[in-house]
């Protein structure tokens, strides 16, 4: 399969779109194209790629972020922080999550971070076996908890 990661452009939003609807489904198409362009011009500490194939068919995203403050399981800063990835279902185990991996661990490496880390729901366990298959160590488990302050 011929295929090609590279940053998101303004362009890309209707594939960009469409990809983060199938990782995060919802009806939140809106705020999607308000968050997109905020990863847009912030290109220092926010990036989303897309692959896509010869055709020119968008086959998955990932989308980075570089985090200052304490990431679960590192111990340094910078830290590149995976916000998310997702591959079509037809494209899967094609090399295309590597890839994509592969894209946004450099550009973690071209702004100093010294870690690259992610984390996935309890029970994702496809998120966990496609990390691991990735190159991610599990760090820890953590439940969070929270507690209204009003009502």
Known sequence: MGLSVRHCEEGDLPDWIELRLQLWPGDHA???????RDILAQPQRYGAWLARDEKGR??????ASVRSDYVNGTEGSPVLFLEGIYVREDARRQGVARALVGVVQAWGGTLGCVDFASDAALDNADSHALHLALGFVETERVV???KPLRG
């Open 30 to 36: 809106d705020a999607f194209v308000a968050e997109a």
């Open 144 to 146: 969070y908890f929270r």
């Open 58 to 63: 968008a086959l998955g995203l990932a989308e």
